[in-house]
């Protein structure tokens, strides 16, 4: 079965510190991964696609890197700020699967920055 | 430019009538997928539909939930009958269509969501 994890589940830092948010996924045959940001109560805003040819995608303060063979994914936001405050979540997508139409989504990292 | 738009934003229901979630994808945009998003399950795939092929509806949960995509724009779930466990958050996404990368390589754009509530 295909899975995407996403640890930890909850991170709390103080402002400046840099984010590290991991994603990892079971199977290394993938098109490509996104991570989505996701506001309470809204819906979610891309900030980054990986395709899986690339090793690394940057913007602004944020860096995404990917090493498919073993099934990782980070994703770093440097600086960071109260605004960053958010939950971040990572979603696959995989080549063998039933709907290749699809993201496969973790359940996302809930971060707080601290003033 | 403008965004993938939903609407209702809000729509409370009672158990056992039908409700109707709307979807307009960004303009140009020729691949429309659902979503779901509820506290147990996390964020689920529902359907997509690409240009004028058939939808995959292998995400679709049971054969109260249909959608539609009437001229290949504007999307329509419907889910006949509710259920208390049909209480979620329901996503809308579009995409660019089969590129010269094709579907699977386009980054999929998030509407705002219908938060539906069954009572």
């Known amino acids: 079965k295909q899975e995407v994890t996403q640890i930890p589940a909850a991170l709390s830092v103080p402002e400046g510190e840099n984010l590290v948010l991991n994603c990892s996924f079971t199977?290394?045959?993938?098109?490509?991964l996104q991570w989505f940001r996701q506001d309470p109560g809204k819906g979610l805003t891309s900030l980054l696609l990986i395709q899986s040819s690339q090793r690394e995608q940057t913007s602004g303060r944020l860096n995404a890197s990917l090493d498919k063979s073993s099934g990782r994914s980070t994703l770093y936001i440097a600086a960071s700020q109260p605004g960053d405050s958010a939950t971040y979540l990572c979603a696959v997508r995989f080549m063998t699967t039933d709907s290749w139409g699809k993201l496969q989504f973790g359940a996302g990292t809930q971060v707080v920055v601290t003033p | 430019g403008a965004g993938v738009s939903q609407s209702p934003s809000n729509k409370v229901t009672e158990k056992g009538k039908d409700v109707e979630l709307r979807c307009d994808p960004i303009s140009g945009h020729t691949a429309l997928y659902w979503y779901r998003q509820s506290l147990g399950q996390g964020l689920e795939f529902l359907i997509y539909f690409q240009g004028n092929s058939a939808p995959d509806k292998s995400g679709l949960p049971s054969d109260r939930f249909s959608a539609e995509r009437t001229g290949g724009s504007v999307s329509t779930l419907t889910i006949q009958r509710t259920q208390q466990e049909d209480s979620a958050v329901y996503l809308c996404?579009?995409?660019?269509?089969?590129?010269?990368?094709?579907?699977?390589?386009?980054?999929?754009?998030f509407g705002p969501g219908t938060r539906l509530t069954v009572l």
């Open positions: 996404a579009s995409s660019l269509g089969n590129t010269s990368g094709g579907l699977a390589y386009n980054e999929q754009f």
């Open positions: 199977d290394s045959a993938i098109y490509n």
